[in-house]
């Protein structure tokens, strides 16, 4: 990807940062949330990126379902990134998101060429073949961004966090999810994804809030905790560059 084609096929904040670079913060979106992003970016970005995460909002497919040609567009926008900023080859990627973009940070974790170090899932899709039943707006976005309209099936497996559990890095993870979600069920999604993660030995924090739904209203602890987890990779990112 050619360094003039980065800000036509992603957001950064690159004008934002605070400090030299110390990571990149992947930030997949919701299902059909895919607005070309321009201006600055909230709170959670801007504290992030004040702290050197250099955060990065690809503009992919609407219906992606991180597909493989997704895949490979962030993989590639990862790779120009790098170039871009001068940035060396082991630098730390932390994939994050809600709800398809959850999902979409889970599997990007299990797929992508890159080291991926660290993954916030939040109120994520993580049993893609329930999914495709739990609601009636789901199978057409499933068939499109797997390109068939027979039996997907096996796609859906093989993009599925729940199912790819013991494919998962080990890395940290957090995880939340509310208690009043309708449209991405905690009990059917992120209640198994993170038993089958703990059976495994995986290290992953469950963040489980009563009274949040898909998205919000978020309370403050909540909000504290997801910026803080990605504060503290970048964190932990410099401290074991720093070890002999």
């Known amino acids: 990807m050619e360094d003039k084609l980065l800000d036509q096929v992603a957001w950064t904040s690159q004008d934002f940062l605070g400090r030299p670079i110390r990571g990149i913060i992947l930030r997949f979106g919701g299902l059909g949330n895919m607005d070309m992003r321009a201006g600055g970016g909230d709170p959670m970005e801007l504290e992030w990126s004040d702290l050197g995460g250099l955060v990065v ?3 992919h497919e609407p219906w992606a379902w991180m597909n493989p040609p997704t895949q490979r567009f962030v993989d590639e926008l990862i790779d120009a ?38 993954c916030l899932a939040l109120w994520p899709v993580c049993d893609a073949l329930f999914h495709y039943s739990e609601r009636v707006d789901l199978p057409r976005t499933m068939h499109h961004a797997f390109g068939s309209y027979g039996d997907i099936k096996p796609a859906l497996l093989r993009h599925s966090p729940l199912h790819l559990a013991d494919q998962m890095p080990d890395i940290p993870y957090l995880i939340v999810h509310g208690a009043q979600d309708k449209a991405v069920s905690k009990s059917s999604h992120s209640d198994k994804f993170v038993a089958a993660m703990r059976v495994l030995g995986r290290r992953i924090e469950y963040v489980e809030v009563a009274n949040l739904g898909h998205g919000g209203p978020m309370d403050y602890r909540t909000y504290r905790r997801i910026v803080d987890f990605v504060a503290a990779m970048l964190t932990a990112a410099d401290e074991k560059r720093r070890v002999p």
């Open 57 to 59: 909002q690809p503009f």
């Open 81 to 118: 990134l790098l170039v871009r900023h001068q940035l060396p080859a082991n630098t730390p990627i932390i994939a994050t998101g809600g709800s398809m973009g959850g999902h979409g940070a889970l599997v990007y974790s299990r797929y992508s060429r890159h080291r991926v170090t660290a």
